[in-house]
Each structure stands twice: as structure tokens, then as C-alpha cells.
């Protein structure tokens, strides 16, 4: 996997990545308003994206009627540099027809403990918790 990363002034930058894709990331910078999302921001979307696909996967692979899955992410972060995440708290909203909590808790658990490498890196600083809430629909 490679990454390119470009100044593009201020506070700001162009990630591209291999496959194609862009995105601007930034910080405030005295006045100017934040041209993107931080870097530890994406860190913090990237275990979300990545959980949620396995919970996607798993819950289809299963044969659940799953129709949309969501994750509210919270974290805390160390006071002092490298100002490490320290607390990462991941909400699953799972909406489907007819699921099964248990088979939706299993996915979850499979995802966050054991298939989410996101998560697998950010648990060397953080403590990683999750929870669920399943919606029919």
C-alpha cells in the first residue's frame, strides 16, 4: 500500500492514495477556517470504516437482512504529545429486517476483537469498548 502526501500551504495537505482517491486534511490555522479533517481525525473514521464493513460483511454472509449500518465514534486523547488516543468508544446503530441482537453482538465482537485491524493498532494505546443498538426497518 503506498500514500502520497503534498503541502499545499498554511496548515493544510493533499493525501492521495494508490487507488485514486484524495482528500484534503488541515488544522486550523490562526484565523483561516480548517480547510479538512485532521490526520487523527481520519485515524479515528478510518476504525470506524473498517469495523463496519466486517459487521456489513458478516451480517450478509449470515444471511441477516441487514440495510444500513452505522457507528457514532468517541475518543479521548493523552494531554501530552504524541497526544495518543486513549479512549476509543464505537456506537453501532444496525438497521435490518427482522435481525437477530445475537448474531448482530457476535458480528460486532468479531469485527472490534478479532478482524478490525484499525482497531487491532489503536488498542496498543487505547482502550477500545463498543456497544450496539439494532433498529428494525
Keep these: 500500500m503506498k500514500s502520497r502526501l503534498s503541502w499545499t500551504g498554511d496548515r493544510t495537505f493533499l493525501g492521495q492514495t494508490e487507488s485514486g482517491h484524495s482528500v484534503v486534511i488541515g488544522t486550523a490555522h490562526e484565523d483561516a477556517p480548517k480547510p479538512g ?15 463496519c464493513y466486517d459487521v456489513v460483511s458478516i451480517l450478509e454472509k449470515g444471511r441477516q437482512a441487514v440495510r444500513d449500518v452505522e457507528v457514532e ?40 476483537e478479532k478482524y478490525c485491524s484499525a482497531t487491532a493498532m489503536l488498542e496498543k494505546t487505547a482502550r477500545v469498548t463498543h456497544d450496539f443498538e439494532v433498529v428494525d426497518g
Design 37 to 51: 479533517p485532521s490526520a487523527m481525525e481520519l485515524v479515528l473514521l478510518g476504525a470506524g470504516a473498517c469495523s
Design 73 to 112: 465514534l468517541e475518543a479521548d486523547r493523552a494531554e501530552d504529545p504524541p497526544k495518543v488516543f486513549t479512549r476509543i468508544h464505537l456506537h453501532f446503530i444496525v438497521t435490518g429486517r427482522d435481525l437477530d441482537p445475537k448474531r448482530v453482538e457476535r458480528a460486532i465482537n468479531l469485527s472490534v
